[in-house]
């Protein structure tokens, strides 16, 4: 079975902090993905890679970076935690191809106050 | 443009009532589609998917979905409803942009089942 592990499930931030948030997948996946869970907005994408060091703006990519130093491993990064950066993040990995459904952690509840 | 629209926000079955979670798609050339469930406080699971061929689909816990091309719709359904089959579903779509294959979710629709 795929594997996709976040390093936190709840996170409360300060306004300005900078966060890190860690994924971590098992299965050798080309893809992997950060997305962002509103309620009545679904899941918008925020960043992606597919490949080691590389990375490509997802619909809302303003307020985050990323990083993908390993293959194994993507890491979102909020430069400066603002309020409306409060939400759901969820992480995910794929196999390279567009028929490849994509596997997602268990996601981690971000709240900055 | 792309979207996939799911058109209601809540569905209410009794248990052991077939089940249908709507989901229409607009998305330019011939589209991948596929189905998730998100139970309380965990990350998206996979159902099932459509790419090519037969446009009935089966996947996990007994679901199925159809494909209707003139529609342009992708319809979950279940024969038999469970308790347990209570959660948020999703559709998504592949769409290509920018070089890249992406997947474009709709809102998602709670799906409650009644004992």
């Known amino acids: 079975d795929v594997k996709v592990t976040q390093s936190s499930r709840y996170l409360v931030k300060r306004t300005g902090e900078k966060v890190f948030l860690e994924c971590v997948q098992d299965?050798?996946?080309?893809?992997m993905f950060w997305y962002r869970q509103d309620p009545g907005l679904g899941l918008r994408l925020i960043y992606f890679s597919y490949d080691v060091k590389m990375k490509e703006k997802g619909d809302i990519p303003e307020g985050y970076s990323v990083s993908r130093e390993k293959k194994e491993r993507f890491s979102l990064i909020l430069e400066s935690a603002s309020t409306n950066q409060t939400s759901m993040y969820l992480c995910?990995?794929?196999?390279?191809?567009?028929?490849?459904?994509?596997?997602f952690g268990p996601g981690t509840r971000l709240t900055v106050t | 443009a792309q979207s996939v629209a799911q058109p209601e926000d809540q569905v209410n079955v009794a248990e052991g009532n077939p089940l249908t979670v709507k989901c229409t798609y607009s998305?330019?050339?011939?589209?991948?589609l596929f189905w998730y469930v998100q139970y309380p406080n965990r990350g998206l699971q996979f159902l099932l998917k459509?790419?090519?061929?037969?446009?009935l689909v089966k996947g996990s816990y007994g679901f199925e979905a159809e494909f209707n091309k003139s529609q342009t719709s992708f319809h979950l359904k279940k024969p038999s409803a469970l308790v347990s089959d209570s959660a948020l579903y999703f559709c998504?779509?592949?769409?290509?942009?920018?070089?890249?294959?992406?997947?474009?979710f709709g809102a998602g629709t709670r799906l409650a089942v009644h004992p």
């Open positions: 998504a779509v592949r769409y290509f942009s920018g070089g890249y294959n992406k997947l474009i």
């Open positions: 998305v330019s050339g011939n589209p991948y």
């Open positions: 995910a990995s794929s196999r390279e191809g567009p028929r490849h459904e994509q596997y």
């Open positions: 459509y790419i090519t061929g037969d446009n």
């Open positions: 299965m050798d996946h080309e893809n």
